[in-house]
């Protein structure tokens, strides 16, 4: 079972997958979410060539598991996207994974001034992982 994860952002969207056995995720590209238009036809492409059984979308919450106002930004790109696709979606907790998307990046010897994009799709992959591992799989 494929799934594509998706990492939410005001400037870009980090796009992940895992292998056709829903096992390994893996980074795979950002989509600059402005214009929706141009998201959208990046998005659809992807969906095309992938044919994910699932779409996750982070979920960011506080560390108390409330959900604050970046949070009603992703309910409402979560939305938007359920008006224009039919595969089904579901959200995950996304706490944390931008630290750890930078810790790793660190690790790997990304500058930070290079981690921008690869940032975004690196969380989305750490996103994508975690739901991944909670199915079992």
């Known amino acids: 079972m494929r ?9 870009r969207v ?4 895992s292998d056709e056995l ?3 995720a893996r980074p795979l590209e950002f989509i600059p ?14 969906l095309a060539e992938l044919q994910p059984e699932q ?9 108390d598991g409330s959900m604050g106002p970046a949070a009603e930004k992703v309910r409402a790109f979560v939305a938007k996207l359920r008006e224009t696709v039919t595969v089904p979606i579901r959200t995950w ?3 944390l994974t931008t630290v750890q998307a930078q810790r790793m990046l660190r ?7 290079d981690q921008k994009g690869k940032m975004d799709q690196t969380a989305a992959a750490i996103i994508l992982q975690s739901f991944l591992d909670s199915q079992g799989g």
Do not use: C, S, Y
């Not at 799934?3 to 400037?11: E, I, M, P, Q, Y």
């Not at 980090?14 to 997958?17: F, Q, R």
């Not at 979410?33 to 992807?46: K, V, Y």
């Not at 996750?56 to 560390?63: A, F, Q, V």
């Open 3 to 11: 799934v594509l994860a998706l990492d939410h952002g005001t400037v």
């Open 93 to 95: 907790d996304e706490r």
């Open 22 to 24: 829903g096992m390994i």
């Open 107 to 113: 690790q790997a010897g990304h500058k930070a001034k």
């Open 14 to 17: 980090g796009v992940a997958v």
């Open 55 to 63: 779409i996750i979308i982070g979920m960011p919450r506080n560390m």
């Open 33 to 46: 979410a402005e214009p929706w238009e141009g998201f959208l036809t990046r998005f659809n492409q992807l």
